[in-house]
């Protein structure tokens, strides 16, 4: 492995969205000087280190200037990304947030809706989030920067989501800024996603106002589709020469594979030494993986699929779905 994202969740997020792949975990302010120590842990072992002082909402802390540079200053041979990403929340509260994202060249920044203000708030955890969305669409315009709206469909909110074409209209969007983007997609399955599993949207029961703006909609598959697609591989997920490490509050080191649940922690930072982590890394040694060698698709769609339903996923996300319903079932 040569090239390591460290991506530390240091300040937390001010939402708790209903779809949050990541899954759910208590904010909390890390020690000021944690970030170099995790640079410091991991930094032997790879040729490029990239440290992202954030895993969940970008920029969320009042000195988001300094930590950007701080970030890139702690990066070696490397330079973190800026992604379509920045944080809603602060946008609406801090006036000079909107010239630090044209000093570091931000293009677009997607934001997510789940309806309109009833159900984004709701979606959210957070009221007046709908209000905050469409006030960073209008700030974002202003200055220059393309709003992308993400919208997350289920069969409870469908309708709205097709309401939201009204509400493009009625400001103007496409007129105001040739950039913007809306976008519809279902979501993976895991973390608090999979909670919505009972509401995930039928294929049949998508709008068919929204097809053109659902993505990849040539690759969706009903659940019954995707279980005659599984054969008999066992579970696996690959280690990329550049691997992505998220790192919790806590100092619980995870693969970015899938939510950030016990059984997918690789170690803890202040439990284990970085040869003992590295070694779990390298050698695929963690609870899930391991679990993953002994259990093939085709078994498990058996024991947690329904070959009758319509229900849509893309077919990647379904095998994580079924591997960590197993993976539940056995931690208890
Ligand atoms: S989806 Fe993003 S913004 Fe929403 S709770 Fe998760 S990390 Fe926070």
Redesign the pocket.
Known sequence: MKEVSLVVDMNG?P???K????G?MPNRKMEENCDEFIVDYFKPYFEKVTYYSWL??PDYCSNYKERWEKDCLLSINSKPMRFELASFYILVRDENYIKFLKEVNVDTVQL?FFGLEEKTDGY?GRKNAYNELIQATNLLIENGIKPRWQVFINEENKNEVVQLLDVIKEMNLYERCSGFKFFVHEGSCDGENRKLYPIRIQKENIPSELIPYYLDYDQLFEEKECIGLLNEETVNYDIEDHVVLNISNTYDVYFNYTHMSKPWVIGNMKEIDAEEMMRRIVEKDTFALNVAKTVTYKQLALQYGDSTSTKVFGLDDYKTYLFNCYLDDISK
């Open positions: 997020c939402n708790r969205c779809h949050c792949w990541l759910h969940r909402e997510t959210v």
